[in-house]
């Protein structure tokens, strides 16, 4: 009976421990899962760059990405596109972003996602980019988003699905 509590103790201090883990390419954080995550090659002088994942709450209740940090950027903001009449329109959501619970939120070219402004670097094909998520709920997880081409719209391993 002791042995057994030991082992469930070591179990439960282990799991707490590193509450972050990846998973056939998906980083795990509590019920948050993160996939898909990549980046473009930037332009030599270009002042900003993007960043794209999809992030699936798997948990009962909706939890919500509130900053994002990396040393690329000293301000890394996440944006909304939506067209407005004939115009395509960027705009910085203030308060985060929701992601429900049991939904599914991907940031993608021409929509949601992350912008990094003033970058310190170009963002160079072959490399990655760091970055520290913090969700409200679920806390922060690093993770290191691979740079593709400059026009990429997924990563290889998704692009045919």
């Known amino acids: 009976?002791?042995?057994?509590?030991?082992?469930?103790?070591?179990?439960?201090?282990?799991?707490?421990?590193?509450?972050a883990f990846a998973h056939d390419g998906t980083t795990h954080l509590g019920p948050i899962n993160i996939s898909q995550p990549f980046s473009r090659a930037t332009l030599p002088n270009a002042p900003v760059g993007g960043g794209f994942m999809t992030?699936?709450?798997?948990?009962?209740?909706?939890?919500?990405?509130?900053?994002?940090?990396?040393?690329?950027?000293?301000?890394v903001q996440i944006h909304e596109m939506a067209m407005q009449g004939d115009?395509?329109?960027?705009?910085?959501?203030?308060?985060?972003?929701e992601i429900g619970a049991g939904e599914t939120v991907t940031l993608a070219p021409g929509g949601l996602h992350l912008m990094f402004m003033g970058i310190t670097q170009r963002f160079v094909e072959g490399e990655t980019v760091p970055v520290t998520l913090t969700f409200e709920k679920a806390g922060t997880v690093e993770?290191?988003?691979?740079?593709?081409g400059a026009a990429a719209d997924a990563p290889a391993d998704h692009a045919g699905h």
Do not use: Q
Request: charged share 20%.
């Open 1 to 19: 009976m002791i042995r057994t509590f030991f082992t469930a103790a070591l179990a439960a201090l282990l799991a707490f421990s590193a509450p």
């Open 55 to 75: 992030i699936e709450n798997t948990g009962a209740e909706a939890d919500r990405l509130v900053s994002i940090t990396s040393p690329a950027s000293p301000d």
């Open 143 to 148: 993770l290191e988003l691979p740079v593709l």
């Open 87 to 97: 115009v395509m329109k960027m705009r910085k959501l203030a308060d985060g972003l």
